[in-house]
């Protein structure tokens, strides 16, 4: 159990002044526009009009976000190819998850709005999240909030590679046979 409460890097990000934010305080904007997928970002792959980075918050490790390049409040705001992009990229998440952590499920899905739950109700985002069965843990339902026996910098290494390859998803089938 106590092991499971160690969150080092948490502790330090909260520190640090919490995450960067570009001139109009958006953080997901900031993140969007620096040029590089790295440990100093957490970026895991930039496509042409989304990026993937793994969430600083995660509701559990290995949780990563699909987000737009452009400040969308609104989901009607998004065009169609960078919705068909980002679809391509929720489902590169979860294969990603799939061959890294071998996950029991997945939650995949946007809050959109402050009443839908979502931390930055101004920038337009979708969450990948593995699951498995029994991790709502004591700490979620007594202090509502979850402590990861993973860190960033290790759930970055391990799903890296998984992003290094096509978008396509090699499994995919035309029929439901
Ligand atoms: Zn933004």
């Known amino acids: 159990m106590l092991d499971q409460l160690w969150a080092g890097w948490r502790q330090s990000f909260i520190e640090g002044g919490g995450a960067q934010r570009d001139a109009s ?21 930039r496509g042409e009009f989304n990026y993937v980075v793994l969430n600083a918050y995660p509701y559990a490790p290995g949780h990563m976000m699909v ?7 609104e989901l009607m705001e998004l065009r169609e190819e960078a919705w068909r992009e980002n679809a ?8 990603a998850l799939g061959e890294a952590y071998q996950p029991g499920g997945y939650n995949v899905g946007a809050n959109l709005g402050r009443a839908g739950g979502a931390a930055f109700d101004d920038h337009i985002h979708f969450h990948v999240v593995p699951r498995w069965i029994g991790d709502t843990n004591f700490m979620t339902s007594v ?15 391990r799903l890296y590679p998984h992003f290094s390859t096509s978008l396509e998803v090699p499994e995919a089938r035309t029929s439901r046979d």
């Open 25 to 45: 305080g958006c953080v997901l904007c900031f993140l969007g526009a620096s040029k590089e997928t790295s440990l100093a970002n957490f970026v895991l792959y």
């Open 67 to 73: 987000v737009p390049y452009l400040h969308l409040a």
């Open 88 to 95: 391509m990229l929720l489902r590169k998440c979860v294969a």
């Open 143 to 157: 202090a509502s909030m979850r402590v990861m026996p993973e860190s960033l910098p290790s759930a970055y290494r």
